[in-house]
Each structure stands twice: as C-alpha cells, then as structure tokens.
C-alpha cells in the first residue's frame, strides 16, 4: 500500500469497482497506476507520477490512456500497437505529439481562465474565442502531421 492520499482512492477505487457487480462499466486505473508505481519503487524508491501528490505527469498520463484505450478497443483492435510502433518509431512522431500538448494546453488553461479557477502555478489561460481559433489551428496541424506520418 502507498499510503497517504492513496488510501483516499484506494477506498474510492474499491467501491468503483465494486459497481461492476450492478452492470456499471468501470475502468480500473489506479489498480494499474499502483502496480507500476510499486514496480518502479523497487529500483527507484523516489519514483512519483505526481509531484503535488494529485496530479499525474506525463508518464502517469500515458498509462491511464493505455488503461482506457485497452479497455474501450475492441481486443482484436492490432491498430492501436501498431500506432504506438509507428509513432515511436517516426522522427515526426515527437512533433505530432508537441502539437497534441498544445491543443490540450491552450484549450485547458482557457477554459479554467473563463470559469474563474485560481489554481497556483497554471498559467492564464487565452480568452476563450481566441483558444478555440488557435486550437482549430493546432487541429488543422495535428491532422495534417497525422496523414503526414500514415498513422490513420
């Protein structure tokens, strides 16, 4: 066990869980998120996905996507390996996945801009119009960096 604000969830990914028993589709991430964690502990025993303790980093953020992905793909779905191969293996992959941060940001820290949240440390975010036309912008960038790298 993790401790601290993990017995939080613990206790909330217990009940979630135990939903499933009532017909609710419930994806396990923190089973997973406690799994590897743990695992890197045995060699890193600083290892942390989140530096506030709440918050998942990009690694933390990957490994929920694999978690939903694999749980919401057909299991027959061979594409989504052959997505991650693809991507890693394509120098242009890395600039696919700078434009997707950018839209995710720009996006994001507009919207807590526009409903008033005083987070400490994220930065302002654009006024929303103005998000939204350079987010179409990074969207019209990211598909064509898509069709670019054949990944479709």
Known sequence: ??????????????????????????????????????????????????????????????LIADQLIAALVPQDAVWWKKFQTDLAANPKGAELLKLVHQHVHVLGDAWLSDIGHKRPGVNPGLPLPEAKAKAAELETKIRAAVAELHLQ
Not at 2 to 23: F, I, M, P
Not at 34 to 40: D, G, H, L, S
């Open 1 to 62: 066990m993790l401790g601290g604000y993990n017995e939080v969830l613990d206790h909330y990914s217990e009940w979630l869980l135990d939903q499933r028993s009532k017909g609710w589709r419930v994806i396990d991430i923190h089973g997973p998120m406690n799994a590897f964690i743990e695992a890197q502990r045995k060699t890193n025993p600083d290892f942390i996905f989140a530096k506030d303790g709440i918050h998942p980093n990009a690694e933390g953020h990957a």
